[in-house]
């Protein structure tokens, strides 16, 4: 079955950084684009970054631009997200998603949180 396990989250100041991981397993994970999703408390849950299979092609929020980047390795079933320059309204739950044969699949989350 299809398992997205996200890692990597933590507290950190503004201005700081955080990678986060998300382990793909139960399909071929370099057929898939991939994606990271972000929800806030009291918020929509809202995409933050997509990747397309081969690792050619991103697309970011506009909020994120030239402070995030994703990337992925095909080869260990990986997907990241480099976070940089955070700030306090990045603070939320973290998760990476894949749809396959028109369903999503989540991952459990992973929170980020960005205080001094």
């Known amino acids: 079955q299809v398992q997205l396990v996200e890692s990597g989250g933590g507290l950190v100041q503004p201005g700081g950084s955080l990678r986060l991981s998300c382990v793909a397993s139960?399909?071929?994970?370099?057929?898939?684009?991939m994606s990271w999703y972000r929800q806030a408390p009291g918020k929509e849950r809202e995409l933050v970054a997509l990747?397309?299979?081969?690792?050619?092609?991103?697309n970011y929020a506009d909020s994120t631009k030239g402070r995030f980047t994703i990337s992925r390795d095909n080869a260990k079933n990986t997907v990241y997200l480099q976070m940089n320059n955070l700030k306090p309204e990045d603070t939320a739950v973290y998760y990476c998603?894949?749809?396959?044969?028109?369903?999503?699949?989540w991952g459990q989350g992973t929170q980020v949180t960005v205080s001094s």
């Open positions: 998603k894949v749809i396959r044969y028109s369903y999503d699949y």
């Open positions: 139960g399909f071929t994970f370099s057929n898939y684009a």
């Open positions: 990747i397309s299979s081969g690792g050619r092609s991103t």
